[in-house]
């Protein structure tokens, strides 16, 4: 398997590159807006010792990448592969967070589209796990094809455990959608 969870990605609108110890304070500006966590199951990361666990997570992961807009150069949010699977094939997404002003736009499709082409050029199956109140992001993975398959207890790294849904997206079903 060649599968690669640190290649840089990009199309004509976005560019994720892999996140380092210096994209703290960009990344952090970003995430300090509390109105991003309203929903996410971890609601104090805009706090900054707390965002700075999460950040540490994000660099050990090996995964993690900061998202840029192409055109601006602006720092617009995060997401990261983890938990690669290699026997299973599978791998999966998240820790996905925009600035508010990116949301309800083409972004985090077109992030997902980079990352999902990507992982079935290898992989199986892709798995997401979203936080049972995360509702925008429910709506999203529906808008990917994704299919929710079970709720479990997910601890995230150094946090509590808290209840998310689980949804995959196997690679017959991405690309026969996604030619």
Known sequence: MNFNPQKTMKDDVVLLSLLTENDFEALYSVASNPEIW???PNRDRWQKDIFKNFFEGALQSGGAYIVTEKATGKVIGSTRFYDLKEKQKS??????FYAKEFWGKSFNARVKKLMLDEAFNFL???????????????IAMER?????TAEIEVAYFGEMAKTNFVYEIK???????NK
């Open 144 to 148: 990917l094809g994704a299919e929710k």
């Open 171 to 177: 690679k017959e079903n991405w690309f026969a959608v």
């Open 91 to 96: 791998v999966l997404i998240g820790y996905t």
């Open 38 to 40: 309203i929903q996410h």
């Open 124 to 138: 199986n199956i892709v798995i997401f796990h979203v936080g049972a109140q995360n509702i925008r992001s429910q």
